[in-house]
């Protein structure tokens, strides 16, 4: 890997799939939007660069009322196969009024099913926030706007995604067998176009090609101190839907060695 590099995106630093328009918002910032319908098919933009490491960063608007059905992701992927690692923040939506689930998830070598799912507790289609993932070699931290939601821990004798290239993706799909309601709930395409709009987009990474020699980089040893601590149990008692370590049903043979480590 490089030596890590700060990189502010404009659209030339993606490649784009299905309906991709870019603008200005009202203040005058670059504004990639994601746009779907039942002709167009899903929408998506891609980094150029692949990353081992890493704080990245978007603002997002996500789709204002009926967006049951829906899926808006922004996430890291070294790809699709069987063994791909993978680091998940969906934006599930839901019927107008409803709170838009956020889930979490990590991949490793092929190996998810560990979400923590979470009820916004803002309107996330009235304005931009920022979502971030920290991802480096001992933890995986997830926050919204200034407050952290997630860590996710590595241990030595469990996978934890720590060698392949991850690519930073941004994708809005049709996800009705999933996303709402666990598939009871399907787009209305009455209510389309659906529209999500991505801005400021940040990386303070490694980028594959070399070593990388992090220095002192704070999201490369980054973990949570007591108070963000605190905003973790705080999302957790206050707006959690799921957490997959307390899913007994759906591990009949015991949870996931994680689930029992501190």
């Known amino acids: 890997m490089e030596n890590p590099i700060v990189l502010v995106y404009t659209v030339n630093n993606f490649t784009t799939d299905g309906t991709v328009r870019t603008g200005n918002d009202a203040s005058g910032q670059r504004v990639m939007m994601l746009n779907l319908d039942r002709s167009s098919g899903p929408a998506g933009f891609n980094s150029k660069e692949q990353f081992l490491y890493g704080e990245f960063s978007i603002e997002m608007k996500l789709i204002p009322g009926n967006s049951a059905g829906t899926v808006s992701c922004f996430y890291l992927s070294s790809g699709t196969d069987d063994w791909r690692d993978e680091i998940d923040m969906e934006f599930m939506g839901n019927s107008t009024g409803q709170p838009v689930v956020l889930n979490t998830n990590v991949w490793a070598n092929g190996d998810g099913k560990k979400e923590h799912q979470f ?144």
């Open 119 to 262: 009820d916004l507790w803002f309107d996330p289609s009235a304005d931009y926030h920022t979502y971030t993932i920290i991802w480096n070699p001992t933890n995986i931290l997830f926050k919204v706007d200034n407050v952290f939601i997630r860590s996710f821990k590595r241990y030595a004798d469990l996978a934890y995604p720590s060698s392949k290239p991850m690519t930073l993706h941004a994708t809005l799909w049709d996800g009705s067998y999933w996303a709402t309601e666990k598939g009871r709930v399907p787009i209305d395409w009455n209510s389309a176009p659906f529209v999500v709009s991505y801005r400021s987009f940040y990386a303070n990474a490694c980028v594959a090609g070399g070593a990388c020699h992090a220095g002192r980089d704070g999201w490369m040893s980054r973990r949570l101190d007591a108070a963000e601590w605190g905003t973790v149990r705080w999302a957790e008692r206050n707006y959690m839907r799921y957490n997959y370590c307390t899913d007994a049903w759906r591990f009949p043979n015991g949870l996931p060695a994680e689930c029992s480590r501190k």
